[in-house]
């Protein structure tokens, strides 16, 4: 059984920003699978489901995204899944471009509050995390205003390519596994302004 969690904040305010294109790459696997992300439970909303023959457990933390963990580690250890390859967690990374994703079977916070709590959770960073690109914040920008602020319309355009390209690759992980999924649908090209850090694959 594979849980996969897609980070943001819960909240009018919140739907469609930066911060939450997990959500959104959440809500685009339930639609294409028929999977109902409404129960509330282990301060999250789940949603059950099939995904190419395995069980799956959809997750939208309620927690806000700092707090990601007391979500994340709650589900985990209800279900007494092996987190190490079947715990799929989704959130958004200012060192890539919009549109661009980077899968990685573990690594380090990165300076992501929500992965920072998840890792805190767990008590360590062995987990497979799908970093779907927001773009680096202009110059002047205050951090948080500019990962909860609102994409633009061309914007949402590459995302609406890229959350499929998110879709395919979460059921590649389950079907064929990360290493064909890593080959498929990582994007080569980084943020030029700030490259992330190098992460161990």
Not at 25 to 46: C, P, S, T
Request: proline residues 2%; glycine residues 12%.
């Amino acid at each position: 059984m594979y849980i996969i969690a897609g980070l943001g904040n819960p909240g009018k305010q919140y739907e469609g920003t930066r911060h939450n294109i997990g959500w959104q790459v959440i809500d685009a696997l339930a639609d294409k699978h028929g999977i109902r992300v409404l129960e509330n439970k282990f301060k999250g909303l789940i949603g059950k489901g099939m995904i190419n023959g395995e069980k799956v457990i959809l997750v939208k933390p309620l927690t806000y995204m700092n707090l990601s963990g007391e979500c994340i580690g709650e589900i985990v250890n209800y279900f007494k899944i092996d987190e190490t390859f079947e715990l799929i967690v989704i959130a958004d990374d200012i060192s890539l471009d919009v549109g661009f994703i980077r899968t990685r079977k573990k690594g380090s916070a990165g300076g992501h509050n929500g992965l920072k709590s998840i890792i805190a959770h767990l008590g360590h960073e062995n987990f497979i995390r799908m970093k779907m690109g927001v773009g680096d914040k202009p110059a002047g920008y205050d951090l948080a205003d500019y990962v909860l602020g609102h994409f633009n319309k061309e914007e949402n355009e590459i995302l609406a390519e890229s959350k499929k390209n998110a879709v395919l690759a979460i059921e590649t992980i389950i079907g064929d596994g990360i290493d064909k999924a890593m080959n498929l649908y990582n994007t080569k090209k980084e943020n030029k302004k700030k490259a992330p850090k190098t992460e161990e694959v």
